[in-house]
């Protein structure tokens, strides 16, 4: 298999259509086994995905070294992205937004240290930092590009301001959001900022933290160890809302012969060819599954179906 290849942003990064979020692999997910996560890493490569996604926060650290031992021996053929700002301590304790310059090359120093490389592909702010003007902190970014140790820069969940301020001080390669048929959001104002300036978009969980795969049928269905046992979305009313929604777009998805995962997803890709989702999983199975969304055709109309089943604002439940 083969994956088509685009250009994220105006920068000249290219990457997978489709590349691979690593978090699950390490933390919030519940269990997860490791020659089974190198697995997908080596299913992955061997699909023709060059793109992942890890975070220096997820597994406090550990989502790093995973991606820098199963990536290592074909470092010169990936595009690894990771991210700083939201700082844990050694038992996984959140520690609040850092997005100081000090910290911006203390943060990167550390992770390629785990990565095992000389350079990052794409380095995310992962939150703005309130206490700190975005322009301070894209400015130790873009030392850290001139210096060679990144060579792109990205920002996650940053709103349309942010980024043209971000932006202005040196050039922003992509902005990730979550975006998926349950959160819309990005549309309203996010996309248009990013097209305008010639941002790359990477959507993650565009498989709404798994909740559009249809697995699910009852909070119980989720460890204790889950994160999304504790989320809004997935508890009481507000998860036999969300249902509904995914029992529509199974019905379609019967429809077409496919599974309601990957109808999900192929709607995220026929939002541009401008933005790369990354999904994530631990299993090779799912990462097949995934795969196979970029072979299917949605038409104008399948596209009004879905676009009537999840319009903007239709998921009960905040994101956090």
């Known amino acids: 298999m083969s994956i088509e290849q685009i250009k994220l942003g105006s920068q000249g990064l290219t990457v997978s259509r489709l590349g691979l979020g690593c978090m699950g692999m390490s933390e919030f997910y519940g269990q997860t086994d490791e020659a089974e ?134 050039p922003i390669t992509a902005l990730q959001s979550e975006y998926s048929l349950w959160n819309r959001e990005p549309e309203e104002d996010v996309l248009p900022t990013v097209r305008e300036l010639g941002i790359g978009f990477v959507p993650y969980s565009p498989l709404g933290r798994g909740f559009l795969t249809g697995q699910f049928k009852s909070p119980d269905d989720f460890g204790e160890d889950d994160f999304r046992r504790h989320n809004p979305r997935f508890q009481g009313e507000n998860f036999q809302k969300n249902l509904q929604l995914v029992e529509a777009v199974k019905e379609l998805a019967q429809a077409k012969g496919v599974s309601t995962a990957q109808l999900a997803l192929a709607w995220v890709l026929a939002q541009g060819r401008d933005l790369a989702p990354i999904p994530g999983t631990k299993r090779v199975k799912y990462l097949h599954d995934n795969l196979a969304a970029l072979d299917i055709g949605l038409t104008g109309a399948d596209l009004q179906r879905l676009s009537d089943i999840a319009p903007l604002g239709v998921a009960a439940g905040a994101r956090y």
């Open 37 to 170: 996560n190198l697995r997908v890493f080596e299913a992955a490569l061997d699909a023709g995905l060059n793109f992942f996604d890890t975070a220096d926060m997820y597994g406090v650290g550990k989502n790093e070294e995973l991606v820098g031992r199963a990536l290592g021996k074909v470092r010169g053929e990936v595009v690894i992205a990771t991210k700083f700002a939201i700082m844990r301590g050694p038992n996984g304790e959140r520690l609040g937004i850092n997005g100081r310059p000090e910290y911006v090359r203390q943060a990167v120093e550390a992770s390629l240290r785990r990565l095992n490389t000389e350079y990052i592909d794409l380095y995310y702010q992962h939150r703005v930092d309130p206490n700190v003007p975005i322009e301070d902190t894209v400015g130790a970014m873009a030392e850290l590009v001139r210096e060679g140790k990144v060579r792109y820069l990205g920002l996650s969940e940053a709103t349309p301001e942010q980024v043209r301020r971000a932006h202005a001080v040196h």
